[in-house]
């Protein structure tokens, strides 16, 4: 079995209208409470929408917590292709999860 380097993903979730949502933002983008809590994704997320770009993969990654967020994917996936969260510099990269 394949051992992932995992990056970390923080998110935000809120206490008052349970929603989820890339950090960093000080208010509820839904309810605009200030009652946020930060928990970590477990990672795993699915490609919503993919650009390539100088060589360079950038794609919209639906998490499996319910957020999305906009990062460089180090392999070359299609739309609705599993990834998950690897280390990258200051913010995490995305990898494809390979199938059994
Ligand atoms: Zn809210």
Redesign the pocket.
């Known amino acids: 079995m394949e051992s992932f380097r995992e990056g970390k993903v923080p998110y935000l979730h809120?206490l008052?209208?349970?929603?989820n949502f890339f950090y960093p933002r000080d208010r509820?983008p839904?309810?605009?409470?200030s009652s946020l809590e930060v928990r970590v994704s477990s990672g795993k997320g699915k490609v919503f929408s993919v650009t390539e770009f100088q060589g360079k993969v950038y794609a919209i990654i639906e998490m499996e917590e319910g957020f999305r967020l906009y990062a460089n994917v180090l392999d070359k996936v299609e739309i609705g292709e599993e990834v998950i969260a690897v280390k990258g510099d200051g913010r995490p990269n995305f990898k494809r999860v390979s199938k059994p």
């Open positions: 809120c008052n209208c349970k929603r509820c839904n309810c605009h409470s």
